[in-house]
């Protein structure tokens, strides 16, 4: 039975999300979803993600008819009380999911020769053993399984009222932990001292949250990284970037400090990062493509004598989506012909790392009907920390 204090969102929210999955679903072709990744699971079903590897999740949703989901014995109360499908079926086993119960439920929903979308594509995984699939495979050899990243990415890339306003939270929070941090570190302190700082202002606004952390010439390119004992030093640059999860979703974006007063070349370098990330971030609106941003990310670094492809900072992109998953589709790469639409949020983050610091002030945006709105809302003028 359903418990309101355990419900992520009401009903009405998973009406809209499975009228939305079966149009997208009638349009490809596919006939189920079979669905096994937790961050799937709780955007379709509700419910939780399990912890480990040891008790998946497992929802089959029908274009027609009533969906079922597979819960270990474990979780099944919490499962109970957050879960909008009705049928709930436990299992017991800790050493894989009941396939012969998974292929049945197939047939009693005449599944058993259908065309079924699988998490098989980009940024997608099964949250079961491939060893698990396989004998689903075998036990249904008539159903074609085919990817359903497209299906799943075009749902979870622009999000509802309800969950703008989780990330709205959770970029607030963040926001506010960031202003709070500076002014309470001084020199000597350490990365570990810094982190704990930052990590507690976001428990005790009842957020889960995460950094990472470089304060010197010795780390300012480990970029994922957490917190260690080197000191805060004078003449070097504090940076992280974190953030937190509110209701699951999440916020990630970056702030810095200097350490001492800082030279005119790492202030330049500041300056020249935040002016380009805010001629980014002021061109995202409603049919951009999220390659066109690259490209302008990319004329501006060369209008100052720089060739983005030799800075690389993130790998080929400056930005990527963000909601169940700290980064998730759309990519913004040369690679992504992603139509931009409003109701997507994406992180905006071009940068350099350099002897002198790593420079990335990265920005969380809701693209609406009318452009940008900023998220990330803490200050971007570099406190000094003295």
Request: hydrophobic share 40%; glycine share 8%; with cysteine.
């Amino acid at each position: 039975m359903r418990d309101p204090t355990y419900l992520r969102f009401p009903q009405a929210e998973y009406v809209q999300r499975w009228e939305r999955a079966r149009a997208l679903m009638d349009r490809t072709g596919l006939e189920a979803l079979f669905i096994t990744e937790g961050g799937n699971f709780t955007y379709l079903a509700g419910g939780t993600r399990d912890f480990s590897y040891t008790r998946p999740t497992v929802l089959l949703f029908p274009r027609d008819g009533a969906p079922v989901a597979f819960v270990q014995m474990f979780p099944r109360e919490i499962q109970r009380r957050q879960c909008w499908v009705e049928e709930l079926r436990v299992y017991r086993s800790l050493t894989g999911v009941p396939v012969d119960e998974i292929r049945d439920a197939f047939c009693e929903r005449r599944l058993e020769r259908s065309r079924v979308g699988a998490e098989l594509g980009f940024e997608q995984r099964l949250g079961i053993s491939p060893h698990d699939f396989r004998r689903l495979q075998e036990a249904l050899p008539q159903v074609e399984f085919v990817d359903a990243a497209p299906v799943l990415w075009a749902l979870r890339m622009v999000k509802s009222e309800a969950e703008i306003g989780c990330v709205r939270r959770a970029c607030a929070i963040t926001s506010a932990a960031y202003d709070r941090l500076f002014p309470r570190l001084r020199l000597g302190m350490d990365e570990v001292a810094a982190a704990r700082i930052f990590t507690d202002l976001h428990t005790e606004a009842g957020a889960r949250p995460w950094l990472v952390i470089n304060s010197c010439p010795d780390n300012y390119a480990v970029l994922y990284g957490g917190p260690t004992t080197r000191r805060l030093e004078p003449g070097n640059v504090l940076w992280i970037d974190g953030g937190c999860t509110a209701n699951e979703y999440y916020s990630d974006f970056s702030r810095l400090a200097f350490l001492g007063p800082p030279t005119e070349r790492q202030r330049a370098l500041h300056e020249m990062v935040l002016e380009i990330t805010k001629t980014c971030v002021a061109a995202i609106r409603p049919g951009v493509r999220a390659s066109e941003l690259w490209d302008l990310n990319w004329r501006e670094w060369q209008k100052r004598g720089y060739d983005y492809a030799e800075i690389d900072f993130a790998g080929g992109r400056i930005g990527h989506g963000m909601g169940l998953m700290l980064t998730e589709p759309p990519h913004i790469a040369p690679y992504d012909q992603t139509v931009l639409q409003p109701g997507m949020v994406v992180t905006m983050e071009p940068a350099i790392v350099t002897a002198e610091g790593c420079f990335h002030v990265e920005e969380n945006i809701l693209v609406t009907e009318h452009g940008p709105e900023l998220l990330s809302n803490a200050s971007r003028v570099p406190i000094i920390i003295e």
